[in-house]
């Protein structure tokens, strides 16, 4: 009833020692067809549903997939039906009394046709291996997608939990990234399909959702809920930039993800299973995260700065950017980044499965001194220097995703009305530091060209804009003080 699965996409200068590493003695080759239906306003693929009859060598399978976690678990039902040299009937009944069934005679309630939206033709190459305790299938997928006239190449490997604990999928896994450069993909070939038929290039850039924790959680086991929420931001994020199918706001949300992880892993470190862990991790996600912003600020400049400067009547001016600096998809699709996000997986699963102490004095003593302190800095804001603003905005941030951690557990109205306040300290703080990141790219390259024009009209602007923005910035900070416990 669940399938657990992690999906990696191969580098094409190590296809040919990946084919070679799965297709042992004891592979099976496997050829798939399948079909994938929907209705015709796509109302399975909204809601998370994928339902296919497919063919598998000599037989015939009806699957209904249904939304998981996101990362590595999802709803499935398989049905082995009859083998006819005609492909059988689709019917949804065929799932009835299963969760994934009931919810889809919910979605198809109104008599609305099935309809084939896409089809695959793969060829799988699979052999099972055993690591730890575990058995896991590895599968190389090879073939198209079809959706009308437009097609999809397909090649990647995919890791499914056979038997066993999930931790030794995870170690597998991590060994053949070390070994082939995999990177992980969340997206499935139903969600890749859907996109086909609709003729779409980009979707929209994913944003965070709120967190979800089962009844009476403890603090460990939030801990790593809140891992795996930020992981449902991060991954699909980073898998459309890592493809070279994401765009500037992909980015920004993929960050926005990756700050929310090391927000939980640094502020929430004494609750997880291995503390020391945990910040290691933290640390170790501080080297792709400032990469990425690099890129990220120059696409802030190139959207915002350069508009209102050349609206200022600035000369032409082309933004710099670091001739060293990888590229988001280059560093996306390394070992290295996909290593850190399974070790982020292992450690949410072991979180998870752990128990700890009661959640809410424990969320009450950590925020507690946290508020006070950001209602101290926003009463002295206007004594703090550039260093000390920039590590006030730090904080903020942290205290911001903490805070939206914990909601489940706070108290709703005043819980609402402390982030409005956050949210508008930092959009003002933001805008602040904006430019004065800004002022120093650009001081960079003014020193090494001094008599550019266009440099120096824009250092002079920026600087002509820093005393009100710091009054707005004061002025939106004003409203910490405002509120006071939003705890239980």
């Not at 190449?153 to 053949?176: D, K, N, R, T």
């Not at 795996?228 to 930039?241: G, H, K, M, R, T």
Request: charged share 25%; with cysteine.
């Amino acid at each position: 009833m669940r399938e657990i699965e992690l999906k990696f996409q191969i580098p094409a200068a190590a296809r040919d020692r990946v084919q070679r590493a799965v297709a042992t003695k004891t592979a099976r080759v496997l050829p798939l067809a399948a079909a994938y239906a929907d209705t015709a306003d796509e109302r399975l693929a909204r809601a998370g549903f994928a339902l296919r009859l497919r063919r598998e060598g000599t037989r015939w399978v009806q699957t209904l997939k249904g939304r998981g976690d996101g990362l590595m678990d999802r709803l499935e039902h398989e049905i082995e039906l009859p083998d006819t040299d005609a492909a059988p009937v689709l019917d949804p009944a065929r799932h009835a009394g299963t969760p994934a069934g009931d919810a889809l005679a919910r979605l198809l309630a109104d008599g609305a046709p099935l309809v084939e939206r896409y089809r695959t033709e793969i060829v799988r190459v699979a052999r099972r291996v055993r690591s730890g305790a575990a058995f896991v299938e590895i599968a190389l997928d090879e073939g198209r997608i079809v959706a009308g006239e437009r097609s999809a190449a397909v090649c990647e490997i995919e890791f499914e939990l056979l038997s066993g604990p999930p931790s030794g999928l995870l170690a597998l896994a991590a060994q053949w990234v070390v070994r082939h450069g995999l990177w992980l993909d969340v997206r499935t070939k139903a969600e890749r399909g859907t996109r086909l038929a609709r003729g779409l290039e980009r979707v929209p850039a994913l944003h965070a959702e709120p967190m979800r924790l089962r009844p009476r959680p403890t603090t460990t086991q939030a801990f790593g809920a809140m891992l795996q929420s930020a992981l449902q931001q991060v991954l699909p994020n980073a898998a459309e930039l890592a493809s070279g199918s994401g765009d500037a706001e992909t980015l920004h949300q993929l960050r926005v993800g990756l700050r929310r992880l090391r927000s939980a892993l640094r502020v929430f470190a004494p609750w997880a299973p291995d503390e020391a862990a945990a910040r290691a991790l933290e640390q170790a996600l501080a080297e792709p995260f400032a990469a990425l912003g690099a890129a990220r600020d120059a696409d802030v400049a190139a959207a915002g700065l350069l508009a209102e400067l050349a609206a200022a009547g600035a000369p032409p001016l082309a933004w710099p950017r670091a001739a060293d600096a990888a590229a988001p998809a280059e560093l996306l699709a390394g070992a290295g980044f996909t290593t850190l996000m399974l070790r982020t997986m292992a450690l949410a699963l072991v979180a998870l499965q752990t128990p700890g102490a009661a959640l809410e004095p424990a969320a009450a003593a950590l925020l507690a001194p946290a508020w006070r302190r950001a209602r101290a800095d926003a009463r002295r804001f206007a004594r703090l220097d550039a260093a000390q603003r920039h590590r006030l905005r730090k904080r903020l941030k942290r205290l911001r995703y903490a805070i939206e951690f914990l909601q489940p557990v706070l108290r709703p109205r005043r819980t609402r009305a402390a982030l409005k306040a956050l949210r508008r300290a930092l959009e003002a703080l933001g805008e602040a530091n904006d430019r004065s990141v800004a002022r120093q790219t650009l001081a960079a390259r003014a020193a090494a060209d001094p008599a550019d024009p266009a440099l120096a009209f824009a250092l002079g602007w920026l600087a002509g804009r820093d005393e009100a923005l710091l009054a707005r910035a004061a002025a939106a900070l004003a409203p910490l003080d405002e509120v006071r416990r939003f705890w239980r």
